[in-house]
Nanobody, 122 residues
Framework: QVQLVESGGGLVQPGGSLRLSCAAS????????MDWYRQAPGKQRDLVAS???????NYADSVKGRFTISRDNAKNTVYLQMNSLKPEDTAVYYC????????????????WGQGTQVTVSS
């Protein structure tokens, strides 16, 4: 059983910073990617940043230059450093992990965290 636990959300003023964390726990073979998504009220869930093992990171245009995704592979943890936050960044942020459960050749499964609220407001 794989679990993703997120932390770090909260209320911040425009221009401020927050750092989100998401740790994967349980029994599995490897993690192939860890991503951050966000969903604002009444809107679809959108990809914010992705980190694929052995490759680089990708960002949505709306956060490029402000957000940075990073991973600690020893801790199976992904971070999202968010700087210069804007009111339009307000959303529930979710992490997703793409995991090989048994071996290198096993089918990749997707797991989601429970979400953490980020509110940018003065």
């Amino acid at each position: 059983q794989v679990q993703l636990v997120e932390s770090g959300g909260g209320l911040v003023q425009p221009g401020g910073s927050l750092r989100l964390s998401c740790a994967a726990s349980g029994s599995f073979f490897s993690i192939t990617a860890m991503d951050w998504y966000r969903q604002a009220p009444g809107k679809q869930r959108d990809l914010v940043a992705s980190s694929t093992t052995g490759r680089g990171a990708n960002y949505a245009d709306s956060v490029k230059g402000r957000f940075t995704i990073s991973r600690d592979n020893a801790k199976n943890t992904v971070y999202l450093q968010m700087n210069s936050l804007k009111p339009e960044d307000t959303a529930v942020y979710y992490c997703k992990a793409e995991i090989r459960p048994y071996s290198y050749g096993s089918t990749t499964l997707h797991y989601w965290g429970q979400g953490t609220q980020v509110t940018v407001s003065s």
